[in-house]
Structures are given as structure tokens and as C-alpha cells.
């Protein structure tokens, strides 16, 4: 790769043949980091602008493929692209880089905002901010289901199967992981059959990206390293948490939390949208972590902040130790509740990465593979929408009311129950976001204004 490409040779350039310099990779990452904010589409496609189109470390065919196989994981999609893009370029110290990066600032302000959340969540004015943070935070979320339907919702079969994983996972209860196989098979068949929409597009002309399209010495499969690789991952997710459970019991506060968001890393696909109605379910009814509402709360914190949006359940982590903190103080117990959250959430990340990475490379010109992850990636859009009705129930009725009818499970809104205020919000971040095209951070902190008037004239 020459200058003329925008890449200079380093001494700090990785062994495996790539022009990138680290030092350089580094202060990408950490810009990356720290202006992650929109969810993972704007967080997705930041990076597509920065290492596609200004630096050119990544083709276009070579991004997308990546994405989709991330789009396949369990756990934030974005950061787990970054790690991938970053473990292509540098090997396994890039991905950590770049991952780890990716996690630092969101996690630094996340638990700042639970200690000011925990300390004066209760003061008036702090709760009127957050009512108004709920109302833009369904605007959002909108948003974030149109754009990915716009990326990937191209044609009648994807729709088709992004409704059918709507009506999955909204009226017939389906796990989440059967509706991703259910799509993944489709996807896998239509592409052994030729069908058009699960055809895998590939750019017609590329320019000249410092990866290529060859695969890098270090990203072919060894069945050897990927034991090893794999026992070392596993061991530095799980043994905290199974040094917890032998010393403390299973029945410890902290026990709890290493084990249901270990369980929630393997079985949480799509991301925070798509496991934040299961998470929030078991926290407030299962263990009595946080009171009704008070997710929406968390989502708007990490909507606020840098970083994946299911930086959220530190914030859960965190109100779970603060609220059942045993011998230690409140705020620590929270602070120890929500990195240790935080750990398990994002630990097997990696693993998901420099285990499956490899392997993913030598079946990316797989055609069947790339058909099935079309599919899953059109089923996620359905799964989000889903959320997105799940929050607007939740952010503007009181009370919903769940009926089981003819095997459908049906969630209706007490219509008396209505909250004027919130709709009010919520219409105004709905013109903000869609009409007037207004970022996601202005919109956020004029409903956080809006919520604390409101809240001071004594509507909220």
C-alpha cells in the first residue's frame, strides 16, 4: 500500500501484511469511542463512513460481511464489529483494543450517572429530567427500527420474515434464538436455491483497502489455537463468577448478577433493543433490582452516554448491589454490582470474536452462509419492533393489561391511564426526530428539558 492510498508503512504495522500503523489504529479507535453515540445503526455506520470511505482500512464487501456475522451474535453488534475490524487488522491485541476502547467511555459515564441516580434519583427535578429523556428515548428507537429496515429490508422475502419475527416474538411469546434459527434456515435455503433476495451483494468495483480481500495469516482457522483461545476466554468470563457462587452462594446478590447476565451474554441476540423487554422483566418481577420504570430510565442513560446501548444493565447491576448492598455501603455494593455486570456482559464478546472469527473468514464466500445471514439480519428488524411498541406501551400508559387469547398473547393499554405529559413529549421528540431531521443529542436533552418544566409546573 503506498502513501498516494492514505496509508504509510509503519514499523509499528502488523506482521500479518496490513499497512496500518497501531498507534494510528489506536487514536481511530478511541475517536470512535468517544463519538459512538446514535445506537448501533448511527454507531454502525460511523464506523462504515470512517474505515470504508475516509481511511480505507476495509472494503466494502469485507465490512458487510463482517456486520452480518456480528449481526448473528449475541450481544451489542457494534462492538462486536469493532472488535472483529480491529482483531483483521492487528490481531487478537487489535480486537482487544478496539473492543475494549469501544467500552471504556459509555461504562465511565454509565456508572457515574447511576451514582448521581442512586444518590438523587428521588429529588423532583432529577425525575422530571428522566420522564423527559423516556419520551425521546421511543423516538429514537423508531428511528433506529427505520433505518435498519431501510438498510436491510430490500425486497418481498425480507420483509416477509421481518414480519413474521415480529408476530413471533410480539403475539406468539418465541424465543428470540428459535425465530433466529427459523430465519437463518430460510436464508441458508433460499441461497442454496438461488433465490435473488439471499444472494449476498457484492460491490461491483471497490477501492483499494489496506486489509484486501485476502485472509490475513492470523485469521485462518487453527483448531489448536481456538481450544486454547477458547479455554482462556472462558476462564477469565466465568471463573469470578464461579469464585462468587462457591463463596458467597448462589443465593448472594452477587452470585445472582454473575449468573443471569452470563446467561443473558449467550441468549441476548440483537442487541440491547431486542433483550431489553426480558431483561427488565426479570429485574423488576423475578429479583426486585429496579422498580417499574426505572429501565427506561437506565436506556436513557445509555442513550445519553457513548458506547453500546446495553450499557444499560450496568445501571441494572448497579441498582441491584445499591439496593441489596449486605455489609458493604450502598453506593460501593452498587459500583462492585455494576462492573462486575459489565464484565460478564461484554467478556464473552471476545470469545464470540477471536474463536469464531477464523472460521467465519474461511466460510465468507459461502453463499448459503451469507444468504442465512440475511435473513437474521431481517429478522432483527422485526425483534426491534417489537421493542419499540413495548416502550411506547410502557412510556405512555400506566397499565397494560396481558390476555391470553386463542394461544396470542395480547398486551392492551389501559386507555385511562394514559399520561398527557408523556405524550405530549413523546409527539414533540417524534416531530424533532422525523421532520425536522434533529440529532439524537439535541433531541435527548430538549425532552430532558421539557421533563424537568413540566415536572416544575406539576404535570409529571
Known sequence: MTKSEGIEPSPLAPA???????REAIAVW????????GGPAGQIAMMHRVLVEEKRWVGETRFLQALNYCMLLPGPEAQQLATYLGWLLHKTRGGLIAGILFILPGA??????????????????VQGLFFGLKAAVLAIVLQAVLRLGQRTLKNTPTRAIAAAAFVAIFFLDLPFPLIVLGAGLIGFLGARRNVAAFRAGQAQTEAPSALGEATPDHAKPSLTSSLKTASLCLILWLAPVALLVALRGRGDIYSQIGVFFSKMAVVGFGGAYAVLAYVAQAAVETYGWLRPGEMLDGLGMAETTPGPLIMVVQFVGFMGGYRHPGALPPLLAGAFAGALTTWVTFAPCFLW????????????????????????????????????IWFALHTLFGEID???????????????????????????????????????????G???????????????
Open 108 to 125: 465511565a459515564a454509565i456508572m457515574a450517572l447511576s451514582l448521581i441516580y442512586a444518590s438523587f434519583g428521588h429529588v423532583g427535578a
Open 353 to 388: 470474536i477471536f474463536v469464531g472469527g477464523p472460521f467465519i473468514e474461511k466460510l465468507r464466500a459461502n453463499k448459503a452462509l451469507g444468504g442465512a445471514l440475511i435473513a437474521i439480519t431481517a429478522a432483527v428488524v422485526g425483534v426491534i419492533l417489537n421493542l419499540a
Open 30 to 37: 478511541a475517536r470512535i469511542a468517544l463519538s459512538s453515540f
Open 402 to 444: 396481558r390476555l391470553d387469547v386463542a394461544g396470542l398473547r395480547l398486551q392492551l393499554p389501559v386507555l385511562q391511564t394514559l399520561n398527557l405529559a408523556s405524550l405530549a413529549l413523546t409527539a414533540s421528540a417524534m416531530l424533532a426526530v422525523f421532520k425536522f431531521k434533529l440529532d439524537m443529542l439535541p433531541t435527548l
Open 16 to 22: 500479518s501484511g496490513q499497512g496500518v500503523p497501531l
Open 446 to 460: 430538549l425532552c430532558a428539558l421539557g421533563g424537568l418544566l413540566l415536572h416544575l409546573a406539576g404535570a409529571a
